[in-house]
């Protein structure tokens, strides 16, 4: 690569630099909202960032951002370090099934993209309903209606 190491790992050094240029490797062109959303941070946190990557990254249109050529290089040789590096270890396994359990990458789609974010809802709304009705009241009002005696 002809970019210096000193300068890609000034630029990687940060892990919310390194999820951003991961997202707009693995997504494509993104826009600063749905990078914002992902991410977890506020707009001034992401600017700052985004300037600071601005040799790899490029703006398109207003507010949308890709990488540029030598972005994918990097975030390419980024990525296979990472792979290459934690791929047994035990923390990937564990956050691999945590990703898994919480169904992160249900609400990371879901995040991006409000009509999706409409439908969890929606579903999510469905599925209570559906429980009240299928959910057998009497053991729960038992439980409920015993839970204060005994304490004098």
Known sequence: MSESG???YRLLKSPIRRE????????GEMNATQLKLL??????TLYYH?????????QVGRGRYRLNYRGVRVAERMLEEMSRHDEGSEEWRKAG???ILTLTFLTERAAA????????GVAAA????????LMPVKPVLLHLSFA????N
């Open 6 to 8: 000193g300068e890609v």
């Open 20 to 27: 951003i240029i991961s997202l707009l490797y693995t997504r």
């Open 39 to 44: 991410l977890d941070i506020s707009y001034g």
């Open 50 to 58: 985004l300037d600071f990557l601005k040799p790899l990254i490029t």
């Open 97 to 99: 099934m945590l990703s």
């Open 113 to 120: 993209s409000p009509p999706v974010y409409l439908a969890v």
């Open 126 to 133: 469905g599925f209570y309903l559906a429980s009240v009705f």
């Open 148 to 151: 204060g005696e005994g304490v």
